[in-house]
């Protein structure tokens, strides 16, 4: 982060989870998650799908890496073994040209969204409209409430970097763009969320505050009938599959967390470390002016330190851009996840108390009720979809981390590598003083 003040903006089909990583074991995962993991005795009533209107498609396209490799050269020697140049995509989504509008009641920032696609869905190969924020809300909102067994990403906070009062600043504002566009591709890459209506209108609708106004219509029939479970439902026990993914989540945000609320206080002391560089260089500059032979290498000193605070500042605009806004991001995701993770427990409940109800009835053989089997449709749907975004999800993790560290790697290498150039520059010129004495 720069010490100077902030720049203005100018104004104008699912899978098994035995064929998954198990979350919480290493390369022993099979085994964790193998013949050990057994359903409820209730679960083994379970019918196959009889309803395919409930069936939502879940097929496992790959994800492709989220942002571009770094260019610089420890980068261009690690290649990440898993990079999917192979996948064919029709659907391409970026954010970009920031503008600050400036009105009577409000002062805001939309967004340009660039859409190209061959999808039949889309009457143009391409389009472009302006968001603001509370658009990409908007949106977000939709896709929880008609896809509700999916994992929708998550946003980017209202303030994403703390400490940052101007959100209207330009450095604030391309964190934002960022965010917003890693957002849609998610999206844009997932193989059921990326054919959703409302993602269809958010992208091509020139006025989208028309849409806006029809409130809750059009939400599927699997959205509806989640959105009316209520808590009254008490979950015996999740199946163990599912308290692994839960138990896992907790982790990995509490680990997370404290990643990243260590790395904010590095960033914080390196910021304070580069103001006492930058007063620290000068007086060995102004101390020259009244040394004679010292002149020269007390210069070369000043020079040395005014070097490196250039690249402690580049290190810590690395950090703040790139490092904590993905930490950010999978903290957000995990809630996302807990969020599917609930609703699934909900709709389980409910299945398993109607399910007593009908054990209960004194029959010899009482038949299913449909709104039973409706239910269990529900669980079933929630219960493949889950396992196949947690199987993205950890894709997706797998790859972004690595590009992460690896590019975190460089930059410390970077970093010092230049202030060690720059301190052996000042070797010299100590030593051509001794030679001449």
Known sequence: MSGGPPKALPSTGPHSLRDMPHPLAGSSSEEAVGGDSTP???????????????????GGTPVGTSSPASSSSLLNRLQLDDDLDG?????????????????TMETYITYRITTKSTRVEFDLPEYSVRRRYQDFDWLRNKLEESQPTHLIPPLPEKFVVKGVVDRFSEEFVETRRKALDKFLKRITDHPVLSFNEHFNV?????DLNAYKKQGMALLTRVGESVKHVTGGYKLRSRPLEFAAIGEYLDMFALKLGTIDRIAQRIIKEEIEYLVELREYGPVYSTWSALEGELAEPLEGVSACIGNCSTALE????????????????YILYSDSMKSVLKKRDQVQAEYEAKLE?????????????ADVEKCQDRMECFNADLKADMERWQNNKRQDFRQLLMGMADKNIQYYEKCLMAWESIIPLLQEKQEAK
């Open 40 to 58: 409820s005795p209730d679960l083994l009533m379970a019918r196959s799908f009889g309803d395919k209107d409930l069936i939502l498609p879940n």
């Open 87 to 103: 996948e064919t995509r029709d659907l391409f989504v970026t954010v970009d040209d920031p503008k600050k509008h400036v009105c």
């Open 202 to 206: 958010f992208l091509t609708a020139k």
């Open 314 to 329: 580049e290190l810590t605009d690395d950090m703040t851009e790139d490092f904590l806004p993905v930490l950010r991001e």
């Open 357 to 369: 109800a009908v054990a209960l009835r004194k029959e010899d053989r009482p038949k299913v009720p």
